[in-house]
């Protein structure tokens, strides 16, 4: 699956990753969208519950029906996909731990979209209760599968060369506050 997908130093492409919204609108090869999936399922979570599941949109009709319903989504006319991403609260190792499990799914597609190239940025959907009826409705999804984030991916039209100095050592404590 790997042989045609190109590598990036682990730690460059976490300080390098940005949020993309500007995609050129051709489609992604599927075997890239499947390693992108495969992130996030090897994210970590609470007891390794795994509590995710991956709704994976190239429906152009769907997508514009998002961008009706979420403010901030009019990236997704020009992407190739969006992921949305969801918790099950069957699989959760207790009350709101989905939030973190899908967070860290979440993260970890955004970084192997970047690894690939691609571009991508994250939609919040949780905690904005009209975005999570919104999009379960849309999705069809049952009472026990919560929708956390969606992710919009595409072929970036322009890929930033400059990283931002965000590191704050203001922001570090030692041992207490």
């Known amino acids: 699956m790997w042989k045609n997908v190109p590598a990036m130093e682990l730690y460059e492409g976490l300080i390098?990753?940005?949020?993309?919204?500007?995609?050129?609108?051709?489609?992604?090869?599927?075997?890239?969208?499947e390693a992108i999936l495969k992130a996030g399922m090897y994210a970590p979570s609470a007891r390794n519950r795994r509590p995710?599941?991956?709704?994976?949109?190239?429906?152009?009709?769907?997508?514009?029906?998002?961008?009706?319903?979420?403010?901030?989504?009019?990236?997704?006319?020009?992407?190739?996909?969006?992921?949305?991403?969801?918790?099950?609260?069957?699989?959760?190792?207790?009350?709101?731990?989905?939030?973190?499990?899908c967070s860290a799914a979440s993260q970890n597609i955004l970084?192997?979209?970047?690894?690939?190239?691609?571009?991508?940025?994250?939609?919040?959907?949780?905690?904005?209760?009209?975005?999570?009826?919104?999009?379960?409705?849309?999705?069809?999804l049952p009472p026990h599968i919560i929708p956390l984030s969606i992710i919009s991916l595409g072929i970036p039209v322009k890929i930033p060369v400059e990283i931002p100095d965000r590191y704050e050592p203001e922001k570090i404590r030692r041992n207490r506050w």
């Open 16 to 33: 390098s990753r940005r949020s993309i919204r500007r995609y050129t609108g051709k489609k992604i090869d599927e075997e890239k969208i």
């Open 111 to 140: 970084l192997a979209a970047h690894s690939l190239g691609l571009g991508a940025v994250w939609l919040g959907v949780e905690p904005r209760q009209e975005r999570i009826e919104g999009i379960s409705k849309l999705m069809g």
């Open 52 to 101: 995710w599941h991956f709704i994976v949109i190239d429906d152009r009709k769907v997508m514009s029906r998002i961008m009706e319903m979420h403010p901030y989504a009019s990236m997704l006319s020009e992407a190739s996909h969006a992921i949305v991403v969801c918790g099950d609260q069957k699989l959760e190792n207790g009350p709101g731990y989905y939030k973190l499990d």
